[in-house]
C-alpha cells in the first residue's frame, strides 16, 4: 500500500519495506519490481531531490527484476516501472507476457492503457481502462486508470472529459496534487479559468520552487501533444 500511495509520504515509508523485502530476499521477484517502480515514482511525482540517481537506481532495479520469474502482478509492476524509464517497447512486451500469464491481471491492464497514453491511441487506452476498471474498480490500481482515462481524453481533444476524470482522481486522493500539472491544462483548453488558477495555485502551493522545465524532466513519455 505505501508503494502505491500517491503521495511523497506514502513513498518514504514504502522505502523502508522494499528494503526489509529485499535484504531478506534479494530474489523475490514482487519486491524488485516494487522497489524499481518507487524510484521512479520519486521522479515521475517530484518528491526526489536527486532524481538523476533515483533514475539510475530504478533502472538498475529493471535490469534485475526482467531477469526473475514472476507472477502477472509482478510483470504489470515491472511494465509499468519501465513506462517511467521511458523504455515503451520493453514495456509493452512486459504486459503482453502479464496478459498472458492471467487474463483477469487489473495490473496489467491498468499498464497496458497507460502505454496506449504515451504512444498516442486514446481509443485503445480508453478500453483497456475501462476494463481494468470493471475488473477491480476498487484495487489500487484504479485510481491510476482514473488519471489515465483523463489523460487518454485530453489527448483525444475531449478536454471536458479530461478535466472530469482527473477531478474524480483528485477527489478519490486529495494529496496526489501532481495530477493538476494534465488537469490545469485540460481546465485552459475548455475556457474554464476560474477553475485553471485554482488547478495551478493548488499545484504551487504544495511544488513552490517547481519549474517548467522540472514538470518535463518528471513527465513519463507523454505525447507531444502535452
Request: glycine share 8%.
Amino acid at each position: 500500500p505505501s508503494v502505491l500511495s500517491p503521495d511523497a509520504d506514502g513513498n518514504e515509508r514504502a522505502a523502508d519495506f522494499r528494503e526489509r523485502a529485499m535484504n531478506r530476499d534479494p530474489d523475490h521477484a514482487l519486491a524488485t519490481a516494487l522497489a524499481e517502480w518507487a524510484y521512479g515514482q520519486r521522479v515521475v511525482y517530484h518528491f526526489s531531490a536527486t532524481p538523476a540517481e533515483d533514475r539510475a537506481r530504478s533502472a538498475e532495479l529493471a535490469r534485475k527484476a526482467a531477469a526473475l520469474a514472476g507472477d502477472a502482478t509482478a510483470l504489470a509492476v515491472l511494465g509499468n516501472a519501465f513506462t517511467l524509464l521511458h523504455d515503451l517497447d520493453a514495456a509493452g512486451r512486459v504486459i503482453r507476457e502479464a496478459l498472458a500469464v492471467d487474463g483477469g491481471s487489473a495490473w496489467a491492464w491498468s499498464r497496458g492503457g497507460w502505454i496506449d497514453v504515451y504512444n498516442g491511441d486514446a481509443e485503445s487506452a480508453i478500453e483497456r481502462f475501462k476494463i481494468e476498471l470493471d475488473l477491480a474498480p476498487y484495487d489500487p490500481p484504479a485510481f491510476n486508470s482514473l488519471v489515465g482515462m483523463g489523460c487518454a481524453h485530453f489527448g483525444a481533444g475531449n478536454y471536458v472529459e479530461a478535466a472530469r476524470w482527473q477531478q474524480r482522481a483528485l477527489a478519490e486522493h486529495p494529496s496526489a496534487t501532481w495530477i493538476h500539472r494534465t488537469m490545469c491544462p485540460a481546465y485552459v483548453l475548455v475556457g474554464a479559468k476560474p477553475e485553471a488558477r485554482r488547478s495551478v495555485t493548488a499545484l504551487r502551493e504544495q511544488y513552490p520552487e517547481l519549474t517548467i522545465a522540472e514538470v518535463q524532466q518528471g513527465f513519463p513519455p507523454m505525447p507531444q501533444g502535452y
